[in-house]
């Protein structure tokens, strides 16, 4: 700002100079007597004058201009910067696919169960464990989650909202018997979460930032007895207060024949729709709880996850993770087994 004052001071200055050196050329010209001489000065001086003002027009384009007031990408709501909701995240040309981005966490973790499962079932025939797994009650546990934007569609303003983005996600979980050299240290399960959504902002600064409409698969990918999957249609719903943000999500099964279907009495355990609750009280620290219940009076069943991420003295790569389980469904193929685990490891930041 101070610059540009200074810039401005010595501009009018230039002009006031400019101004008094053209009436002097003027009288100058005025005073020739022969005609076509005093039309050659006063062309020289018009020619004089515009070059003049082509050179100042130039400076002044070239001198830089002051900083535009743009947000700060680190300040950015937990929801707006997840879903480009101020698209921000765009890439340099309007034809590329967007970078990838965070999802959901992504971590790595050391953990105990308080309860394995050695003998996963279900209600489908030939979907039971033969002989009992050898498990160890301690494992690690790592999720990798991703998505991109594949296309986006700036002011919209259609029934309340005013953008649309598509975007194409991947979650991976997976659960690794790494304290059991005796047994090879296997990976006991992986959970494929491929999903596509599409994302309806609102342009609230608070309370309802954004509608998400989702398509979801999920399976393990393993053989019988032990393969579960599912296909799920879901809403979901984004609030946000500040620090404090809420998701609310309700999803339908899509059908199987019964020759097909993994596990026929998933929703009975893991019910049609989760909420979650993300906290961030100082931007660099967040906590994250997970909440899912069947809302059956008789046959209640539910699960709750509560992560915390929190800076490491190692560096800016990654974040203390804590996370704390217990209920139904931890994983797919734990699905109707209850087990309590608590793990602790790092989580990657935002990238």
């Given at each position: ?27 100058n ?63 340099n ?18 953990r ?9 079932n ?17 494992e ?10 594949v ?8 029934m ?5 983005h598509?975007?194409?996600g991947?979650?991976?979980q ?18 494929y979460?491929?999903e ?22 999920q ?11 599912w ?7 984004g ?5 404090l ?9 899509i ?54 991420a ?21 994983s ?7 087990q309590?685990t ?10």
């Amino acid at each position: 700002m101070k610059e540009k004052i200074q810039f401005n001071v010595l501009l009018l200055a230039s002009c006031l100079a400019a101004l008094s050196a053209q009436a002097s050329d003027l009288s100058n010209c005025a005073s020739i007597g022969d005609v076509s001489e005093r039309l050659k000065c006063y062309d020289k001086l018009a020619q004089s004058e515009s070059d003049a003002s082509s050179h100042a027009g130039s400076r002044q384009n070239n001198f830089p201009s002051p900083i535009a007031d743009k947000p700060d990408i680190k300040q950015r709501s937990y929801l707006v910067r997840s879903w480009n909701l101020d698209g921000l995240n765009h890439s340099n040309s309007e034809h590329d696919i967007g970078r990838l981005s965070p999802h959901r966490a992504s971590y790595f973790i050391a953990r105990e169960s308080t309860r394995t499962n050695p003998n996963p079932n279900t209600p489908s025939p030939g979907h039971n464990a033969l002989t009992p797994l050898m498990i160890n009650d301690y494992e690690s546990k790592f999720q990798i989650s991703f998505k991109s934007e594949v296309w986006d569609a700036e002011q919209i303003h259609w029934m309340g909202f005013e953008n649309l983005h598509f975007w194409a996600g991947y979650t991976q979980q997976s659960n690794w018997q790494l304290f059991t050299p005796n047994n090879s240290s296997p990976f006991r399960e992986s959970n494929y979460e491929p999903e596509l959504i599409a994302t309806l902002g609102t342009g609230n600064l608070s309370g309802l930032k954004l509608i998400n409409l989702g398509m979801l698969h999920q399976s393990n990918g393993q053989a019988l007895p032990l393969s579960r999957s599912w296909n799920r249609l879901y809403v979901q719903g984004g609030w946000e207060w500040g620090d404090l943000s809420l998701s609310g999500r309700g999803w339908w099964r899509i059908p199987e024949s019964a020759q097909q279907d993994d596990n026929p009495d998933i929703t009975k355990y893991l019910g049609h729709g989760d909420v979650v609750v993300h906290w961030e009280p100082n931007k660099i620290e967040s906590v994250n709880l997970l909440l899912r219940n069947n809302l059956r009076i008789n046959q209640n069943y539910g699960f709750m996850q509560l992560d915390w991420a929190t800076p490491m003295p190692l560096g800016n790569f990654a974040k203390m993770h804590v996370q704390l389980t217990s209920g139904f469904g931890e994983s797919l193929i734990d699905y109707n087994h209850r087990q309590t685990t608590i793990g602790l490891g790092f989580s990657f930041r935002d990238w």
